[in-house]
């Protein structure tokens, strides 16, 4: 098992765990999402931009949108996955990242998402510039424009909704001290119950 850590791309094995899974033993989308973040977490300790160290700078990455392919249903717990990551662009206020989540062969993708990423100022809670001196360690291209991907198809009028309210916990709050990207991946698809989710993807 071959894989890639640099500053230009970084990759670590992962063992499925049964939390992580549901209870068809497949791994669920948010913990997915989490998966990937650890390894753009990784890649950002082993160039010396851990989390603290970030946040000494007054500011903090926030993921403002994600896009992606996602096959699943092959995965079950138990299965080791390699998680990989690479930052592909940056301009002065934002950043894009890719993920990928691959077989341990290089044989078959289950995940491929792209990011957008902007910087917080954690005492204002606005975005400000992303300080040159983070960016440049991930030696990724400097670009006029980053990619936004695209929008969501809206809902039509007519369309039969399913709704459901939900209070933010403490728990639901990460180091950035708001609501955790992969929890909406929750709150999105609950909703649509037990007749729904077993079988569909």
């Not at 499925?16 to 390894?39: K, R």
Request: hydrophobic share 35%; with cysteine.
């Amino acid at each position: 098992m071959e894989l890639k850590q640099s500053a230009q791309e970084y990759e670590i094995p992962h063992q499925l765990a049964y939390y992580e899974c549901n209870e068809l033993g497949h791994p669920t989308l948010s913990m997915v999402m989490s998966m990937l973040m650890v390894v753009a977490d990784k890649q950002s300790d082993q160039l010396g931009l851990s989390q603290e160290n970030i946040q000494a700078t007054g500011g903090t990455w926030v993921i403002v949108s994600f896009e992606g392919t996602l096959d699943l249903q092959s995965l079950k717990i138990g299965d080791t996955v390699i998680l990989g990551t690479r930052a592909t662009g940056y301009n002065r206020f934002f950043a894009t990242r890719e993920f990928w989540l691959r077989d341990k062969d290089g044989q078959k993708e289950y995940a491929h998402v792209q990011s957008l990423l902007a910087f917080m100022n954690l005492t204002s809670r606005k975005m400000e510039p992303i300080p040159e001196k983070i960016i440049t360690a991930y030696q990724a291209p400097k670009v006029k424009r980053v990619p936004r991907g695209r929008r969501p198809k809206p809902i039509a009028a007519d369309a039969l909704l399913t709704e459901k309210r939900y209070h933010v916990r403490y728990f639901d709050l990460d180091a950035n001290r708001h609501v955790n990207n992969a929890r909406y991946f929750d709150w999105l698809l609950d909703p649509l119950g037990e007749q729904v989710l077993p079988t569909h993807q």
